[in-house]
T-cell receptor
């Protein structure tokens, strides 16, 4: 365990479904991130939260909606996804913005 | 433009061999990470470098600021070292820019 826990580990959803990914850290970190890892492509930053405030939205489609109720929890709400959204979604936290990252194990999402 | 290039993309070696993975970046950085991801596992930050060299067990990471280049070395490689290794760079105070990763396979 890295200290960053993501659930579920695997998720299969239809294009009309609504689901949520959860990320939890108890490392005392103040920044949390959502990344997307598609096959054979570098990690893509999606969202950044620092002290619960969103500091970056990297041109992510609105069918992905993040939520950060506190510094320890981060959610990614999914609705009306497309098959090309199938990927590994990684959560990370860091001691300070852009420093000292710890990554979760990811959620493998398949959109059918 | 902030770019990170990694080589090789795939590397297969026999157990015991010395492994080197290379990373080059386009402009000055404030720090560079080397990340490891085992099959089905999470991403672990092995090292974060801003200058010089860091060592942990059989892993060594070096960075040459003037040449804009970093290397990750594995001595006496072992099958459990098989993983994807990725370098990622902080350009100034901006978000990390990731290389495409190197898939390392160590054959017993």
């Amino acid at each position: 365990e890295t200290g960053v826990t993501q659930t579920p580990r695997h998720l299969v959803m239809g294009m009309t479904n609504k689901k949520s990914l959860k990320c939890e850290q108890h490392l005392g970190h103040n920044a949390m991130y959502w990344y997307k890892q598609s096959a054979k492509k570098p990690l893509e930053l999606m969202f950044v939260y620092n002290f619960k405030e969103q500091t970056e939205n990297n041109s992510v489609p609105s069918r992905f909606s993040p939520e950060c109720p506190n510094s320890s929890h981060l959610f990614l709400h999914l609705h009306t996804l497309q098959p090309e959204d199938s990927a590994l979604y990684l959560c990370a936290s860091s001691q300070a913005l852009n420093y000292g990252y710890t990554f979760g194990s990811g959620t493998r999402l398949t959109v059918v | 433009k902030n770019e990170v290039e990694q080589s090789p993309q795939n590397l297969t070696a026999q157990e015991g061999e010395f492994i080197t993975i290379n990373c080059s970046y386009s402009v000055g950085i404030s720090a560079l990470h080397w990340l490891q991801q085992h099959p089905g596992g999470g991403i672990v930050s092995l090292f974060m470098l801003s200058s010089g060299k860091k060592k942990h067990g059989r892993l060594i990471a070096t960075i040459n600021i003037q040449e804009k280049h970093s290397s990750l070395h594995i001595t006496a490689s072992h099958p459990r070292d098989s993983a994807v290794y990725t370098c990622a760079a902080h350009f100034g105070n901006e978000k990390l820019t990731f290389g495409t990763g190197t898939r390392l396979t160590i054959i017993p």
